[in-house]
């Protein structure tokens, strides 16, 4: 069954250095989400993107984060500059189209950020 | 104002019982959806529900939504002590990008 991959699964980084979260969706997915979820809280959105550009960002989602599709199946999250409270799980997610079943979002198993 | 709230925050059950966590929600919806995670794992989708459905079942799985009370339930009958996971109710916020508003999730625990 095709499946969302992550890389790396852990990362540790130093404050202030720059981290890049790799994820391969489902090759016939066209819309693409990355989400965190901080140590015993919610999973929170970050941004979704759709034919090769932003489509929604949240708050968090500042001028230190930046994703790309670089070529037809990898799409990444770039944190610039980590701080301690970047500390998270970040998920990578797909899904087909728009609308009813098809909404059905497919998530990686993460990547764990810890930031010393 | 928080949207996706489930209910209990935990729940502890002897195997074979059925484990029910309901959610709320605020705006309106196109779908609700509920994923499990395994501890420090991934999110498994379950089941999705539209805004024009009152019940749905998938195995022992059986979700209800009103949307007059912005309220969904999630149903496990006869639970399995693999069972144990946290369950997320995940809202589409009814907008075009179909992000998903994750509740704060009820941790379940099934005693063998």
């Known amino acids: 069954e095709p499946e969302v991959t992550q890389t790396p699964s852990h990362q540790v980084t130093q404050m202030g250095q720059e981290v890049i979260l790799r994820c391969v969706p489902i090759?016939?997915?066209?819309?693409f989400y990355w989400y965190r979820q901080i140590l015993g809280q919610k999973v929170e959105f970050l941004v979704s993107?759709?034919?090769?550009?932003?489509?929604?960002k949240s708050e968090i989602f500042d001028d230190q984060f930046s994703v790309e599709r670089p070529d037809g199946s990898n799409f990444t999250l770039k944190i610039r500059s980590t701080k301690l409270e970047d500390s998270a799980m970040y998920f990578c997610?797909?899904?087909?189209?728009?609308?009813?079943?098809?909404?059905?979002?497919?998530f990686g198993a993460g990547t764990r950020l810890s930031v010393l | 104002s928080q949207q996706g709230e489930e209910d209990p925050q935990a729940l502890s059950i002897q195997e074979g019982e059925n484990a029910t966590m309901n959610c709320s929600y605020k705006?309106?919806?196109?779908?609700l959806q509920w994923y499990r995670q395994n501890s420090g794992r991934g999110l498994v989708h379950l089941i999705l529900?539209?805004?024009?459905?009152r019940e749905k079942h998938s195995g022992r799985l059986r979700v209800t939504l009103d949307t007059s009370k912005k309220s969904s339930s999630l149903l496990i009958t006869a639970s399995r002590a693999a069972d144990t996971a946290s369950y997320f109710c995940?809202?589409?916020?009814?907008?075009?990008?179909?992000?998903?508003?994750f509740g704060s999730g009820t941790r379940l625990l099934v005693r063998p």
């Open positions: 997610a797909s899904r087909t189209s728009s609308g009813g079943p098809k909404n059905i979002q497919y």
């Open positions: 090759s016939n997915h066209l819309y």
């Open positions: 993107f759709y034919n090769n550009e932003i489509s929604e």
């Open positions: 705006t309106s919806i196109n779908n």
């Open positions: 529900i539209r805004s024009n459905e």
């Open positions: 995940a809202t589409d916020g009814g907008d075009s990008s179909y992000k998903l508003i």
